[in-house]
């Protein structure tokens, strides 16, 4: 069993190899490829949420914008549905099944247009009505399932808090009846109460619209809430595939372990008796990543080998990737 | 114990004078913190966590202006104190830090000029002694190479080391008291995860007292001993860690707990706080919090709680309490707070 193939289940998305760089410049006439995603592969099943969790600069969000096609992949495949995304018409088909939700429920709704506008603007671009009639019911169904109230689709974004922007942005996501959504981040601009609401709505649309998902966040606690299956990346690479509760509990990879320990608590008992993994320094720059393993760096258990090679991303147990040398020394 | 607290806070009232009315952001706010203790202050964003900070520390907007209470820093009145008695409390007395490391410091002054600058305003140093007090501080705060990283600027850092060189700025005058405005909000979890233990251990080396203000129920729980909870200006609920979050009495905290995620909760539903914050402008006669509350009566749209002793430990403004306890007498009314119910 390879990372991108599964016997039982079907894949919605398969990415091979996915490597997307962006030239920096660093001189005058001088300019130096970021590997923002160096040589990533995984599937997303169909119906399931995948997690993708690191810090910052790690390259999560550039892995959801890329099998998006909203990056020009450097190298590498996206299959969507069984079909390899190529050509200009294949990407413009991929945007009508697969849609993105963003972070940031301030900067990604235009603050000119109203919010039947906002949410409509998908259904316009792929011409996904025959008249003005079906477009309004449309939106106001799509309203109406994310929990606004539809007298509310001739005011402008701003007149809305902040956890109803993210549902018009979610409402706008949904408009093309997509099976792939990528959320990026959705809810960690929001408050703590209004947070929750926002998870339940993503669970109950999955439920009932059949959604795929893949969950980018950096707050663990809501990843481990939400996802199947959780991915961990460090600078570019994917370090860690695994079951939401196996890489929780049981993770390998000493940065997983570490990332897994720093997640505060919320339980004094718990908190002050958690050993904490302490990583020392801060992540290094992804233009001068180390050889090798990129975590070589900071991680304890580092040796020769591990600034001599990449390590494979390899099946350590049932359905559970890592990519260390020394994983069976851990 | 008899002796005055460290700080002192009584009934402290907080407007912003908009156009559009007066927001009451701070609504009597009552609290004392002892050398030493760690306080957190939770709430959410408009809770007025934050305007009960700026207060002490009198950093507010043009708009906001202290209406009423009390404040003691060590027995000394600093509401009304003026300007020239507040310029020896900050960074003295009280320092804070922000949020966004990014934006607290200058881009165009190196490291050692801001640092060196702070401490010469506070102190009788002169240029080279602020410079070796300088090159102390960043050290304590783990900054490796300190004398070649004071020649560096802002850009040069990473956001896990401004926040350290922001710590090391308002630690160098050695105040009685810390206020930490979601200092580690900005960060990634490794590193949020190195600032607090950098917090902890330089608090239990300088003995000084820290108010925590964050969102983050994770870190409260790591690093509070105390906790107020905070909605629309007013505390609901006060007491120390376990107390609150073991057993909380006031149905916006017993909210917010059910509301974070945790590994028991995955694959299941949480249970959210339905509708969204008050808006300030527009406060309610009654509980500010019993438009959004499940389990509201009566009494609570009608009339606000006043606080009430769960224990020695704990204080919580709910009318729920009155109706579970009253009965079996093992709720006494906060008398010294004047007690709202009869």
Redesign the interface.
Request: glycine fraction near 4%.
């Given at each position: 069993m390879s990372v991108t193939s599964d016997k039982n289940q079907q894949p919605l998305v398969d990415v091979l190899h996915l490597k997307q760089y962006f030239d920096i410049n660093v001189g005058a006439f001088k300019s130096k490829p970021l590997k923002a995603v160096d040589d990533v592969s995984f599937s997303i099943r169909k119906g399931e949420t995948l997690g993708l969790v690191g810090?910052?600069g790690c390259g999560k969000t550039t892995v959801g914008r890329s099998i998006l096609h909203l990056y020009r992949p450097t190298a590498g495949e996206v299959v969507f549905n069984g079909s390899l995304i190529k050509s200009k018409n294949d990407i413009n088909e991929l945007r009508k099944k697969a849609t993105m939700v963003f972070q940031d429920p301030y900067s990604s709704l235009n603050p000119r247009m109203t919010v039947s506008d906002i949410i409509g603007e998908p259904l316009d671009i792929h011409k996904m009505y025959t008249n003005r009639q079906e477009r309004s019911e449309r939106i106001l169904e799509l309203m109406d399932r994310v929990g606004l109230n539809s007298e509310h689709a001739s005011r402008y974004a701003h007149e809305f808090?902040?956890?109803?922007r993210q549902r018009i942005g979610i409402a706008r996501a949904l408009a093309l009846k997509p099976e792939f959504i990528v959320c990026d981040e959705p809810v960690s601009a929001l408050?703590?109460?209004?947070?929750?609401?926002v998870?339940?709505m993503f669970?109950e649309l999955q439920e009932q619209l059949a959604l795929t998902y893949l969950f980018i966040a950096?707050d663990?606690?809501?990843v481990?809430?939400?996802s199947d299956r959780i991915a961990v990346m460090y600078l570019g690479k994917m370090v860690e595939l695994a079951n939401?509760?196996e890489i929780?509990?049981h993770p390998f990879h000493p940065y997983t372990r570490?990332?897994m320990?720093?997640?505060?608590?919320?339980?004094?008992?718990?908190?002050?008796a958690?050993k904490?993994i302490?990583?020392t320094g801060?992540?290094p720059s992804p233009l001068n990543a180390p050889s090798g393993c990129p975590f070589r760096t900071r991680c304890s258990y580092a040796t020769e080998h591990c600034a001599e090679s990449m390590p494979e991303f390899n099946e350590v147990s049932s359905g559970h990737f890592v990519a260390c040398h020394r994983v069976n020394e851990l | 114990m008899s002796t005055e607290p460290l700080l002192k806070v009584t009934d402290l009232h907080t407007s912003f004078f908009t156009p559009a009315g007066e927001v009451r952001a701070v609504n009597g706010v009552s609290f004392n913190l002892e050398r030493g203790k760690v306080l957190g202050i939770v709430g959410e964003s408009g809770s007025g966590k934050s305007v009960t900070a700026y207060s002490l520390m009198q950093i507010l907007a043009s708009t906001g202006k202290i209406v009423s209470g009390s404040i003691k820093l060590g027995g000394q009145e600093l509401v009304n104190a003026g300007e020239s008695v507040m310029k020896t409390v900050r960074g003295n007395k009280i320092s804070i830090i922000f949020q966004d490391p990014m934006t607290s410091l200058n881009p165009t002054y190196t490291i050692g000029h801001q640092l060196i600058e702070a401490i010469r305003l506070h102190t009788d140093r002169n240029k080279k002694q602020a410079w070796d007090r300088s090159v102390e501080m960043l050290r304590l705060v783990n900054v490796n190479e300190p004398e070649k990283r004071m020649k560096q600027y802002p850009y040069e850092f990473s956001g896990g080391m401004r926040q350290r060189v922001m710590i090391a700025m308002a630690l160098a005058c050695e105040p009685d008291i810390l206020i930490a405005d979601e200092p580690t909000t900005a960060l990634d979890v490794t590193i949020q995860a190195q600032i607090l233990e950098l917090m902890k251990s330089i608090q239990e080396e300088l003995g000084m007292a820290i108010i925590m203000i964050t969102h983050d129920l994770g870190v409260v729980a790591q690093m509070c001993d105390e906790v107020i909870v905070m909605y629309a200006g007013s505390i609901c609920e006060q007491g120390t860690a376990e107390e609150i979050f073991y057993n909380p009495k006031h149905e916006y905290t017993k909210g917010l707990m059910r509301s974070i995620p945790t590994a028991d909760t995955a694959g299941s539903k949480l249970k959210p706080i339905t509708g969204t914050p008050i808006d300030l402008l527009n406060m309610p006669e009654g509980c500010p919090f019993a438009p959004r509350c499940d389990n509201a009566m009566k009494v609570c749209i009608k009339e606000r709680c006043e606080r009430m002793v769960i224990n020695e430990d704990h204080m919580a403004s709910c009318w729920m309490n009155v109706k579970d306890g009253v009965e079996n007498g093992a709720i006494v009314i906060d008398v010294a707070k004047g007690g709202g119910a009869e």
């Open positions: 810090e910052s808090s902040g956890g109803q408050d703590v109460s209004i947070q929750a609401q998870i339940n669970v950096h663990i606690l809501v481990r809430h939400i939401a509760a929780y509990e570490s990332l320990s720093a997640v505060p608590q919320p339980d004094p008992k718990v908190a002050r958690n904490r302490a990583l801060d992540i | -």
